[in-house]
């Protein structure tokens, strides 16, 4: 975040990071903030177990995850699990069925920056087993865990790390 130095109002390398949140011109009155960025996990369950994906891509590649992502401008949380499932294992979702679980803030590093985000996690039950169609740029597998058996360790983030340990998904 520190590595940028110039203002894009004045264009004097008088730009400086916060530390947290924003960027500052002390030449002018340009001022950038860095909110946090809103992500989706989805627990994808069939009685005590449950889907992860293994991550094929930095960061964290080869670690377990759980379907999810980056909510997009002017969509909601719902509709960001149904597309990212849809887009990273082509499974068609029933938003109307997905359930709401918890909050958690987390960071994500990419290309060097460090972004803040809180991950709205939410439950998704499946009648049966699902084979999913993976996206192999972003996901190299799925494999189901029973929940009693997740390896914290081999989880890719804290905030799911923190989910598991601290919540408990309803039966």
Sequence with gaps: MSDLKYCPKCGKPTLMWDGE??????SCDY??????????AVIIKHGEDILFTRRNQEPKKGKLDLAGGFVDPRESAEETCVRELFEEMKMKVD????K????LPNTYEYKNILYNTIDLF????VPEKVEAKLELSEISE??????NEIDIE?????S?????IQYNLPK
């Design 21 to 26: 949140k924003k960027w500052s011109c002390s």
């Design 31 to 40: 001022v950038l903030y860095h909110n946090v960025a809103g992500a989706v």
């Design 95 to 98: 938003i109307s069925q997905l």
């Design 100 to 103: 709401y679980l918890a909050s």
């Design 122 to 125: 939410y439950e998704y039950e």
């Design 142 to 147: 799925t494999v189901w865990i029973k929940k």
């Design 154 to 158: 081999d989880i890719a983030f804290d």
């Design 160 to 164: 799911q790390k923190t989910f598991f």
